[in-house]
């Protein structure tokens, strides 16, 4: 019986050419056959957006031994979609994997980030999905000394699998030398001075997307920031479900005649 190697879709929103899906596609090359189609520019903050106006088009890039890259005019989620669409009608991946984001996805991030975009969506077509992201968003970053964690990790999911409807978040500190690793639950806060004005002067209406983002209980060591704070690697269980249960009966009792 002839094993047949694991196939591996990747997307991430910072582009095709991004330094961080270069690098993860080379840490993933030696555990199976990937396809990547990712945007042909930078997505970043696209979250779950679709192209709806225009067509989509994506063109193959390149084409080796157990790897083919497209690059594609829409969204992660539209990337992701239309690979599903087209090249895994009859056989679905056996994995996806986005990043490695440059600039973490950690607390409220998750909602905002084109990276949990492309794992959100691979997880409600049903394939187990992993985002990798980084506090350190410089555009010539070293990720290489993730390799170990990132394969780990894969290899781990590929053999076991997640639960239906969960995904994995990962957040890697700024250190290439982490202290460990950490399972998190998502940080409470909020993102605070949001815009910059782009044009100075009376009666511009320019902004520019700014802003710090500022934890409610920055003393909470459980948490994917502290985490990621403290030079630790964060792993967040991440569901697509997003009704509020404890709130049902609640609700129930309103409507009670």
């Known amino acids: 019986m002839i094993n047949k190697k694991p196939l591996i879709f990747i997307s991430n929103d910072d582009g095709y050419q991004a330094n961080g899906i270069r690098q993860l596609i080379e840490m993933l090359r030696p555990l199976g056959q990937i396809l990547v189609m990712a945007p042909d520019s930078a997505r970043s903050g696209s979250s779950m957006a679709l192209t709806s106006s225009v067509p989509v088009k994506f063109r193959k890039i390149c084409e080796e031994k157990d790897l083919v890259v497209f690059s594609c005019s829409g969204t992660p989620v539209d990337c992701t979609k239309l690979a599903f669409h087209v090249f895994f009608q009859d056989e679905k991946p056996d994995l996806v994997v986005a990043g490695i984001n440059h600039g973490d996805n950690a607390a409220v991030n998750v909602h905002y980030s084109g990276t949990m975009g492309v794992t959100i969506e691979g997880c409600l077509k049903g394939a187990p999905s992993i ?85 409610n209980e920055p003393s909470s060591s459980d948490t994917d920031r502290w985490a990621i704070e403290n030079g630790y690697v964060a792993i967040t269980p991440t569901t697509i479900d997003m009704t509020a249960y404890n709130m049902m009966n609640v609700l129930k009792d309103w409507f009670k005649e």
């Open 131 to 215: 985002a990798f992201s980084s506090l350190n968003k410089a555009k010539d970053a070293d990720y290489s000394s993730y390799t170990s964690l990132v394969q780990k990790l894969t290899a781990l999911v590929l053999d076991k699998g997640l639960p239906e409807g969960v995904c994995l978040n990962v957040n890697f500190p700024m250190t290439s030398v982490h202290k460990g690793v950490r399972i998190c639950r998502q940080d409470k806060g909020n993102w605070v001075q949001e815009w910059e004005k782009y044009l100075q002067g009376e009666g511009s209406n320019s902004y520019l997307i700014a802003g710090d983002y500022i934890s």
